[in-house]
Protein backbone atom coordinates (compact mmCIF):
# COMPACT_ATOMS: atom_id res chain seq x y z
CA UNK A 1 0.00 0.00 0.00
CA UNK A 2 1.91 3.13 -1.46
CA UNK A 3 0.32 5.51 0.98
CA UNK A 4 1.36 3.77 4.11
CA UNK A 5 5.30 5.12 2.74
CA UNK A 6 4.19 8.74 3.16
CA UNK A 7 5.52 10.51 6.26
CA UNK A 8 3.87 9.90 9.69
CA UNK A 9 3.42 13.79 9.82
CA UNK A 10 1.52 13.48 6.40
CA UNK A 11 -0.51 10.38 7.29
CA UNK A 12 -1.83 11.89 10.59
CA UNK A 13 -3.33 14.91 8.54
CA UNK A 14 -4.59 12.25 5.73
CA UNK A 15 -6.30 10.11 8.57
CA UNK A 16 -7.87 13.26 10.47
CA UNK A 17 -9.82 13.68 7.31
CA UNK A 18 -11.23 9.91 6.91
CA UNK A 19 -14.21 8.75 8.62
CA UNK A 20 -14.54 5.67 10.90
CA UNK A 21 -15.65 3.06 8.72
CA UNK A 22 -12.46 3.32 6.42
CA UNK A 23 -10.29 3.50 9.37
CA UNK A 24 -11.56 0.07 10.54
CA UNK A 25 -11.46 -1.21 6.98
CA UNK A 26 -7.28 -0.02 6.67
CA UNK A 27 -6.78 -1.45 9.99
CA UNK A 28 -7.74 -4.74 8.28
CA UNK A 29 -5.16 -4.99 5.78
CA UNK A 30 -2.10 -5.79 7.15
CA UNK A 31 -0.28 -5.25 10.45
CA UNK A 32 1.63 -2.84 9.04
CA UNK A 33 -1.49 -0.70 8.36
CA UNK A 34 -2.80 -1.88 11.60
CA UNK A 35 0.26 -0.19 13.30
CA UNK A 36 0.18 2.98 11.25
CA UNK A 37 -3.01 3.97 12.42
CA UNK A 38 -1.84 3.32 15.85
CA UNK A 39 0.67 6.02 15.72
CA UNK A 40 -1.00 8.24 13.48
CA UNK A 41 -4.61 8.62 14.82
CA UNK A 42 -3.82 10.05 18.40
CA UNK A 43 -6.77 9.34 21.01
CA UNK A 44 -9.68 9.01 19.60
CA UNK A 45 -13.26 8.87 21.54
CA UNK A 46 -15.29 5.53 21.08
CA UNK A 47 -19.35 5.23 22.32
CA UNK A 48 -20.46 1.71 22.68
CA UNK A 49 -23.72 0.91 23.33
CA UNK A 50 -25.03 -2.94 24.03
CA UNK A 51 -28.78 -3.40 23.61
CA UNK A 52 -30.30 -6.05 21.12
CA UNK A 53 -26.85 -5.32 19.22
CA UNK A 54 -23.79 -3.71 19.72
CA UNK A 55 -22.93 -0.35 18.27
CA UNK A 56 -19.07 0.91 18.32
CA UNK A 57 -19.47 5.07 17.42
CA UNK A 58 -16.41 6.98 16.94
CA UNK A 59 -17.10 10.15 18.76
CA UNK A 60 -19.64 10.69 21.76
CA UNK A 61 -22.94 9.98 21.11
CA UNK A 62 -26.38 8.78 23.36
CA UNK A 63 -29.75 6.35 23.04
CA UNK A 64 -31.73 8.90 21.00
CA UNK A 65 -28.50 9.51 18.39
CA UNK A 66 -27.11 6.22 16.53
CA UNK A 67 -27.28 5.17 13.15
CA UNK A 68 -28.87 2.48 11.30
CA UNK A 69 -26.35 0.37 8.81
CA UNK A 70 -25.64 1.75 5.28
CA UNK A 71 -23.81 -1.80 4.44
CA UNK A 72 -22.80 -4.75 5.46
CA UNK A 73 -20.14 -7.15 5.34
CA UNK A 74 -18.32 -10.29 6.13
CA UNK A 75 -15.13 -9.71 7.79
CA UNK A 76 -12.62 -11.46 9.42
CA UNK A 77 -11.43 -10.91 13.38
CA UNK A 78 -9.55 -12.41 15.38
CA UNK A 79 -9.55 -15.44 12.96
CA UNK A 80 -13.51 -15.08 13.32
CA UNK A 81 -15.57 -14.68 10.30
CA UNK A 82 -18.76 -12.35 11.44
CA UNK A 83 -21.47 -9.81 9.76
CA UNK A 84 -20.48 -6.60 10.43
CA UNK A 85 -22.94 -3.84 9.59
CA UNK A 86 -21.23 0.08 9.40
CA UNK A 87 -22.22 3.38 8.41
CA UNK A 88 -19.61 6.44 8.38
CA UNK A 89 -18.85 6.90 11.60
CA UNK A 90 -19.45 3.37 13.56
CA UNK A 91 -20.06 -0.53 13.52
CA UNK A 92 -23.26 -2.92 14.29
CA UNK A 93 -22.81 -6.06 15.15
CA UNK A 94 -26.22 -7.76 15.92
CA UNK A 95 -24.69 -11.55 16.15
CA UNK A 96 -25.61 -12.17 19.70
CA UNK A 97 -22.51 -13.77 20.31
CA UNK A 98 -20.42 -12.41 23.23
CA UNK A 99 -17.12 -13.59 21.81
CA UNK A 100 -17.51 -12.32 18.18
CA UNK A 101 -19.05 -9.09 19.84
CA UNK A 102 -15.90 -8.74 22.13
CA UNK A 103 -13.44 -9.73 19.27
CA UNK A 104 -14.80 -6.57 17.53
CA UNK A 105 -14.12 -4.35 20.49
CA UNK A 106 -10.52 -6.24 21.20
CA UNK A 107 -9.75 -5.17 17.65
CA UNK A 108 -10.69 -1.74 17.80
CA UNK A 109 -8.45 -1.52 21.53
CA UNK A 110 -6.11 -2.78 20.08
CA UNK A 111 -6.01 -0.49 16.68
CA UNK A 112 -6.66 2.79 18.78
CA UNK A 113 -5.22 1.53 22.18
CA UNK A 114 -5.14 5.23 23.99
CA UNK A 115 -8.98 5.89 23.26
CA UNK A 116 -11.71 6.93 26.19
CA UNK A 117 -15.20 5.57 26.28
CA UNK A 118 -18.73 6.00 26.83
CA UNK A 119 -20.69 2.74 27.60
CA UNK A 120 -24.38 2.33 27.32
CA UNK A 121 -26.08 -0.68 28.71
CA UNK A 122 -29.97 -0.93 28.23
CA UNK A 123 -32.71 -3.85 28.48
CA UNK A 124 -32.12 -6.53 27.81
CA UNK A 125 -29.72 -6.84 30.12
CA UNK A 126 -26.55 -8.97 29.67
CA UNK A 127 -24.57 -8.72 32.65
CA UNK A 128 -21.31 -11.06 30.95
CA UNK A 129 -20.94 -8.74 28.45
CA UNK A 130 -21.25 -5.88 30.52
CA UNK A 131 -18.73 -6.69 33.24
CA UNK A 132 -16.32 -8.57 30.32
CA UNK A 133 -16.34 -5.00 28.66
CA UNK A 134 -15.85 -2.51 31.72
CA UNK A 135 -12.73 -5.47 32.98
CA UNK A 136 -11.31 -5.37 29.70
CA UNK A 137 -10.95 -1.19 29.77
CA UNK A 138 -9.61 -1.20 33.08
CA UNK A 139 -7.17 -4.11 32.94
CA UNK A 140 -5.87 -1.68 29.91
CA UNK A 141 -6.09 1.29 31.87
CA UNK A 142 -8.32 3.20 29.20
CA UNK A 143 -10.61 5.62 30.54
CA UNK A 144 -14.08 5.11 30.68
CA UNK A 145 -15.54 8.90 30.74
CA UNK A 146 -19.26 8.05 30.47
CA UNK A 147 -21.73 5.29 31.92
CA UNK A 148 -25.48 4.78 31.38
CA UNK A 149 -26.30 1.64 32.94
CA UNK A 150 -30.64 1.42 32.46
CA UNK A 151 -31.15 -2.05 33.18
CA UNK A 152 -34.66 -2.50 34.48
CA UNK A 153 -34.71 -5.77 35.93
CA UNK A 154 -33.05 -7.30 39.18
CA UNK A 155 -29.73 -8.00 39.29
CA UNK A 156 -27.51 -10.93 38.89
CA UNK A 157 -24.75 -12.06 40.86
CA UNK A 158 -22.73 -10.10 38.37
CA UNK A 159 -23.63 -6.72 39.46
CA UNK A 160 -21.51 -6.29 42.40
CA UNK A 161 -18.73 -6.90 40.33
CA UNK A 162 -20.04 -4.41 37.26
CA UNK A 163 -20.59 -1.61 40.47
CA UNK A 164 -17.17 -2.69 41.43
CA UNK A 165 -15.90 -1.28 37.82
CA UNK A 166 -18.05 1.39 37.42
CA UNK A 167 -16.22 3.20 40.82
CA UNK A 168 -13.47 3.89 38.03
CA UNK A 169 -15.53 6.03 35.69
CA UNK A 170 -14.31 9.19 35.32
CA UNK A 171 -16.64 12.00 34.76
CA UNK A 172 -20.79 10.94 34.30
CA UNK A 173 -22.70 8.07 35.59
CA UNK A 174 -26.48 7.62 35.04
CA UNK A 175 -27.76 4.48 37.10
CA UNK A 176 -31.57 3.05 36.58
CA UNK A 177 -32.07 -0.17 37.96
CA UNK A 178 -34.18 -2.09 40.35
CA UNK A 179 -32.63 -3.88 43.02
CA UNK A 180 -34.42 -6.33 45.59
CA UNK A 181 -34.67 -4.88 49.86
CA UNK A 182 -31.95 -7.03 50.46
CA UNK A 183 -29.62 -5.99 47.61
CA UNK A 184 -26.53 -4.67 49.87
CA UNK A 185 -23.17 -3.63 48.02
CA UNK A 186 -20.44 -2.12 49.73
CA UNK A 187 -17.46 -0.56 47.55
CA UNK A 188 -14.30 -1.49 47.25
CA UNK A 189 -13.03 1.85 46.58
CA UNK A 190 -15.12 5.27 46.51
CA UNK A 191 -16.51 6.50 43.31
CA UNK A 192 -15.00 8.93 41.56
CA UNK A 193 -17.21 10.11 38.60
CA UNK A 194 -17.44 14.18 38.62
CA UNK A 195 -21.53 13.76 38.47
CA UNK A 196 -23.60 10.76 39.00
CA UNK A 197 -27.43 10.32 38.32
CA UNK A 198 -28.94 7.63 40.43
CA UNK A 199 -32.42 6.96 39.89
CA UNK A 200 -34.71 4.45 42.29
CA UNK A 201 -31.92 4.05 45.05
CA UNK A 202 -32.38 1.34 47.88
CA UNK A 203 -30.63 1.21 50.79
CA UNK A 204 -27.83 -0.98 48.98
CA UNK A 205 -25.85 2.09 48.51
CA UNK A 206 -24.09 3.57 50.91
CA UNK A 207 -24.30 6.84 51.30
CA UNK A 208 -20.39 8.02 51.82
CA UNK A 209 -19.81 6.34 48.05
CA UNK A 210 -20.67 10.16 46.50
CA UNK A 211 -18.08 11.60 48.48
CA UNK A 212 -15.60 11.77 45.76
CA UNK A 213 -17.63 12.97 43.46
CA UNK A 214 -18.76 16.53 42.60
CA UNK A 215 -22.35 16.23 41.52
CA UNK A 216 -24.50 13.63 42.79
CA UNK A 217 -28.32 13.23 41.54
CA UNK A 218 -29.82 10.77 43.48
CA UNK A 219 -34.01 9.74 43.41
CA UNK A 220 -34.74 7.74 46.08
CA UNK A 221 -37.24 4.42 45.94
CA UNK A 222 -40.14 3.77 48.03
CA UNK A 223 -38.09 1.63 50.29
CA UNK A 224 -35.56 4.24 51.16
CA UNK A 225 -35.82 3.58 55.15
CA UNK A 226 -32.81 5.60 55.74
CA UNK A 227 -31.84 6.30 60.21
CA UNK A 228 -31.39 9.78 61.67
CA UNK A 229 -28.01 8.41 62.43
CA UNK A 230 -27.57 7.46 58.74
CA UNK A 231 -28.08 11.04 57.34
CA UNK A 232 -26.28 12.68 60.28
CA UNK A 233 -22.84 10.42 59.67
CA UNK A 234 -23.24 11.29 56.12
CA UNK A 235 -23.32 15.09 56.58
CA UNK A 236 -20.73 15.22 59.27
CA UNK A 237 -18.45 13.29 56.69
CA UNK A 238 -19.06 15.79 53.94
CA UNK A 239 -19.30 19.06 55.55
CA UNK A 240 -16.52 18.78 58.47
CA UNK A 241 -13.55 17.49 56.05
CA UNK A 242 -12.51 18.29 52.95
CA UNK A 243 -14.12 16.42 49.84
CA UNK A 244 -14.99 16.99 46.30
CA UNK A 245 -18.11 16.61 46.66
CA UNK A 246 -19.98 20.00 45.78
CA UNK A 247 -23.72 19.58 45.05
CA UNK A 248 -26.00 16.69 46.46
CA UNK A 249 -29.95 16.59 45.23
CA UNK A 250 -32.74 14.16 46.82
CA UNK A 251 -35.76 13.62 44.76
CA UNK A 252 -38.61 11.95 45.12
CA UNK A 253 -38.40 11.56 48.82
CA UNK A 254 -41.68 11.09 51.11
CA UNK A 255 -42.30 13.88 53.18
CA UNK A 256 -41.96 12.51 56.58
CA UNK A 257 -37.73 11.41 55.43
CA UNK A 258 -37.67 15.03 54.21
CA UNK A 259 -38.30 16.39 57.43
CA UNK A 260 -35.59 13.80 58.59
CA UNK A 261 -32.73 14.98 56.37
CA UNK A 262 -33.46 19.03 57.15
CA UNK A 263 -33.46 18.17 61.07
CA UNK A 264 -30.61 16.30 60.59
CA UNK A 265 -28.95 19.31 58.15
CA UNK A 266 -29.83 22.01 60.78
CA UNK A 267 -27.76 20.07 63.68
CA UNK A 268 -24.73 20.32 61.82
CA UNK A 269 -24.62 23.87 62.38
CA UNK A 270 -26.02 27.44 62.66
CA UNK A 271 -28.73 27.92 60.30
CA UNK A 272 -30.27 31.01 58.98
CA UNK A 273 -33.53 31.35 56.81
CA UNK A 274 -33.37 32.91 53.67
CA UNK A 275 -37.14 31.84 52.48
CA UNK A 276 -39.61 29.48 52.85
CA UNK A 277 -37.76 27.24 50.96
CA UNK A 278 -34.27 28.00 51.35
CA UNK A 279 -31.62 28.28 54.66
CA UNK A 280 -27.85 28.50 55.00
CA UNK A 281 -26.07 26.77 57.18
CA UNK A 282 -22.54 28.00 58.82
CA UNK A 283 -20.13 25.71 59.99
CA UNK A 284 -17.68 26.17 63.04
CA UNK A 285 -14.76 25.45 60.37
CA UNK A 286 -16.03 28.24 58.33
CA UNK A 287 -17.55 26.20 55.44
CA UNK A 288 -21.11 27.48 54.21
CA UNK A 289 -23.80 25.49 52.80
CA UNK A 290 -27.09 26.03 51.10
CA UNK A 291 -30.34 24.02 51.20
CA UNK A 292 -32.98 24.38 48.79
CA UNK A 293 -36.23 22.12 49.69
CA UNK A 294 -40.09 21.69 49.39
CA UNK A 295 -41.82 18.49 50.56
CA UNK A 296 -40.87 15.80 48.40
CA UNK A 297 -36.41 17.16 47.40
CA UNK A 298 -33.45 18.36 49.52
CA UNK A 299 -30.70 20.34 47.50
CA UNK A 300 -27.53 20.41 49.34
CA UNK A 301 -24.82 23.04 47.84
CA UNK A 302 -21.58 24.17 48.92
CA UNK A 303 -21.75 27.91 49.28
CA UNK A 304 -19.30 27.80 45.06
CA UNK A 305 -21.86 25.60 43.86
CA UNK A 306 -24.61 27.44 44.97
CA UNK A 307 -23.24 30.92 43.22
CA UNK A 308 -22.28 28.66 40.44
CA UNK A 309 -26.45 27.64 40.39
CA UNK A 310 -27.30 31.28 40.67
CA UNK A 311 -25.29 32.24 37.63
CA UNK A 312 -26.43 29.34 35.18
CA UNK A 313 -30.11 30.24 36.85
CA UNK A 314 -29.71 33.82 35.37
CA UNK A 315 -27.80 33.07 32.13
CA UNK A 316 -30.71 30.60 30.95
CA UNK A 317 -33.10 33.59 31.95
CA UNK A 318 -30.79 35.91 29.43
CA UNK A 319 -31.02 32.91 27.06
CA UNK A 320 -34.55 33.41 27.73
CA UNK A 321 -34.96 36.67 26.69
CA UNK A 322 -33.28 36.95 23.84
CA UNK A 323 -35.13 34.16 22.27
CA UNK A 324 -38.46 35.81 23.27
CA UNK A 325 -37.00 39.40 21.39
CA UNK A 326 -36.09 37.38 18.40
CA UNK A 327 -39.12 35.94 18.12
Partial sequence: MNLLRLPLVVLTQIFKMWNFRTKFFVSLLSKRARTTLKLACGIPHFSVLSEHNLHIRWGYYSRDYYENATATGSYCIGGNKMEIGHYAHGLIISNRSMWNQLLLVGHVLDTFPKATFTLAFYDPPRPELTLKLMKTLNQRKLQIKTLYYMITLNPSKFVPKILDECTKVTDYIRMRSLFPDDFVYNPIRPFKAATMEIYRINPWFELESFLY???????????????????????????????????????????????????????????????????????????????????????????QAYLEYLEEIERRKRLRRVVDDTL
Fill in 213 to 303: CGYVDVQLSDHSERTAWDWSSFFTNWMDYDTPLQRFELHDMKKSETQLVLDELRKQGISRIISDSLFEIKKENGSEFFIRYNSYYVGIYTK
